[in-house]
């Protein structure tokens, strides 16, 4: 499918596709391999999904970088992270644990700082056939504990469970030397911060010096890292999330251009006309009727 509606989808543990098995257990979801995915849609995850591909092929962008998903492949979509499926396999097959970040802290020994800042540099990570193995058998087992629910103590034995699961790819990644020093790390980092503040206030400011300051950055330092890490600028980015919300108001409301102008801080609707046509190539009357 090709996804024509640009705004960007929060994938939540209330929206996210399950089997029909209820459960009593708070902030875990066992999702099925059915997830509506389309093609160049933008989604942000309010939450950890963890997919283990067995089958099948596709291709995401994570922050704007590609990564291919094939057989003996560990993904991880980390909350903040702005997702775009680019290929997405009819036969794709993927085991997927979903958790909030509550549930996480559970396990915080297990995951420290260094962990997931490598998770984050490698969302994508291709691991042997035999600990592929390992974290498949968890994962079944996992599944068949939260089936089962009148099981006494069905919680505590599929967070244990669960442990050795996360202690199982903890030491995957402890074992990964990832090819960056301590300067590309906080980069990447400050690219994040960047990417969570223009989610909250793209409607409303649209100057890299706001965000800058909000990082207490420079803006030519800012507008730098956000080029190395992306190859896009901060410019473009805050443009491109105006431009998103712009064309989801005009196809998905009745709000009119004066409107929808007000509501991303244009002074004007001719101002609004203009950035969008130089965008997007239409004006907005001409985008709506489209």
């Known amino acids: 499918m090709n996804g024509q509606d ?28 059915s997830f509506p995915v389309v093609i160049h849609q933008l989604y942000i995850v309010e939450g950890i999904i963890i997919c283990i591909c067995k089958e099948g092929r596709g291709k995401v962008k994570i922050n704007m970088n590609e990564h291919e998903i094939v057989p003996d492949k560990i993904i991880f979509f980390m909350p903040g992270q702005v997702i775009e499926p680019l290929v997405w396999g009819e036969n794709i097959k993927l085991q997927s644990l979903f958790f909030s970040i509550d549930f996480l802290l559970e396990f915080n020994p297990v995951f420290d700082i260094k962990t997931i800042n490598k998770i984050r ?4 990570l291709s691991i042997s056939k035999d600990i592929i193995h390992n974290l498949s058998d968890f994962h079944s087992l996992i599944v068949k504990y939260y089936e089962k629910d009148t099981h006494i103590f069905q919680e505590k034995i599929i967070k244990t469970i669960l442990l050795a699961f ?70 473009e980015w805050i443009n491109r999330m105006v431009m998103i919300t712009a064309k989801n108001l005009l196809k998905t409301s009745n709000l009119t251009v004066l409107q929808i102008s007000e509501e991303l801080n ?5 101002f609004f006309s203009k950035f969008f046509k130089k965008n997007r190539g239409l004006s907005p009357i001409e985008y709506r009727k489209k």
Do not use: W
Request: proline share 6%; net charge positive.
């Open 266 to 270: 244009f002074p004007n609707p001719s």
């Open 121 to 124: 540099n490698i969302p994508c």
């Open 6 to 33: 640009e705004k960007i989808h929060k994938i939540t543990l209330s929206n996210y596709p399950v089997s029909n098995t209820e459960t009593t257990i708070k902030n875990l979801l066992i999702p099925d391999n």
């Open 166 to 235: 996360l202690t199982e790819l903890a030491g995957i990644y402890y074992s990964v030397e990832i090819e960056k020093n301590f300067v590309s790390i906080r980069k990447d980092e400050l690219y994040n911060k960047f990417i969570q503040l223009l989610l909250k206030f793209h409607k409303k400011e649209r100057s890299v010096g706001f965000y800058a300051e909000k990082m207490f950055l420079t803006p030519k330092y800012l507008s730098k890292i956000i080029k190395d890490i992306s190859g896009v600028s901060a410019t």
